[in-house]
T-cell receptor, first 111, second 113 residues
Framework: GQQLNQSPQSMFIQEGEDVSMNCTSS?????WLWYKQDPGEGPVLLIALYKAGELTSNGRLTAQFGITRKDSFLNISASIPSDVGIYFC???????????FGRGTSLIVHP | DAGVIQSPRHEVTEMGQEVTLRCKPI?????LFWYRQTMMRGLELLIY????????DSGMPEDRFSAKMPNASFSTLKIQPSEPRDSAVYFCASSQYNTGELFFGEGSRLTVL
């Protein structure tokens, strides 16, 4: 089956720094989704991308759908302590509504 | 609007006991998913339903696990008998058919002693 490689696995940064993480696959996806899971909660959808090359922002978060359709990127600008959590990417292939999830990037922000 | 509602939030039980986890999806959503999350394996899809019908249960670990969706507003995941290796956080998620955008509940943290 499809696999998503998400990196880095974890990040420890200082408040105010920018963050970049990515998700790659050997398969082509038609939709990319980025979720955030706060400690003790369920994942929450942050951004959905539907077209190759698409760049979408949600506040300080910006995500891009890679041109090859095999990757996606998430950037967080000027990080704050409440950005702490696990960020998951998920991809959907054509005709499927079952997302394939990455293993997540754990983000810790030091005040 | 109410999100996906799961109960219980926490369950501690002894090996061999039956465990039932419950889920109420978002009203109007046609698809329901059960996931298990562990440090070792991440998020694993156990089973999903479309319009209350189980479509793919290939992710269910073994016969000790069963899931039902008797109507559009309720689903259960049952483990009988439970084992320590079943300890995990179990998530229920729902989506509108064909969107692939899942809305997760807050999860049920299961500890089997």
């Amino acid at each position: 089956g499809q696999q998503l490689n998400q990196s880095p696995q974890s990040m420890f940064i200082q408040e105010g720094e920018d963050v970049s993480m990515n998700c790659t696959s050997s398969s082509i996806f038609n939709t990319w989704l980025w979720y955030k899971q706060d400690p003790g909660e369920g994942p929450v959808l942050l951004i959905a991308l539907y077209k190759a090359g698409e760049l979408t922002s949600n506040g300080r978060l910006t995500a891009q759908f890679g041109i090859t359709r095999k990757d996606s990127f998430l950037n967080i600008s000027a990080s704050i302590p409440s950005d702490v959590g696990i960020y998951f990417c998920a991809g959907l292939t054509g005709g499927s509504y079952i997302p394939t999830f990455g293993r997540g990037t754990s983000l810790i922000v030091h005040p | 609007d109410a999100g996906v509602i799961q109960s219980p939030r926490h369950e501690v039980t002894e090996m061999g006991q039956e465990v039932t986890l419950r889920c109420k999806p978002i009203s109007g959503h046609n698809s329901l998913f059960w996931y298990r999350q562990t440090m070792m394996r991440g998020l694993e899809l156990l089973i999903y339903f479309n319009n209350n019908v189980p479509i793919d249960d290939s992710g269910m670990p073994e016969d000790r696990f069963s899931a039902k969706m008797p109507n559009a507003s309720f689903s259960t995941l049952k483990i009988q008998p439970s084992e320590p290796r079943d300890s995990a956080v179990y998530f229920c998620a729902s989506s509108q058919y064909n969107t692939g955008e899942l809305f997760f509940g807050e999860g049920s943290r299961l500890t089997v002693l």
